[in-house]
């Protein structure tokens, strides 16, 4: 997967809400919540990081639809929102692959016995 292609999905798949208040219980934060896609589709789980120079950076987590709030712990009441202002923005998805055992395999193939791969 190609980070430089989710660069671009967050620059153009989400909009900045930075509209102020928002029922957001510490004003100084605004609402931000977007969507992440990758191809045409959502992406699940992808960690959102919009990073400040100045002040304090927030972070959150896509759902299955790839639909992401903002959330910063600086802010009252929930830490909901990011303050106002530039951010750097990064999108990470980290996706576990497993290698299979050798020994198993050859057991779920049927070249070794259950009692073969006990010893092994």
Known sequence: MQYKHFFVA?????????????KNADARFAKVEGTITYNG???????VTFMSNVGESAT????????????SSGAVGGGSGALPGEYTVSVTKTQTVSTPDPDEEAYEQGKITYEDLQVL
């Open 10 to 22: 967050a620059f153009v798949g989400f909009s900045l809400l930075l509209s102020a208040g928002c």
């Open 41 to 47: 589709a959502a992406v699940e789980g992808a960690m």
């Open 60 to 71: 959150g987590t896509t759902d299955v639809n790839g639909k992401y709030t903002l959330t």
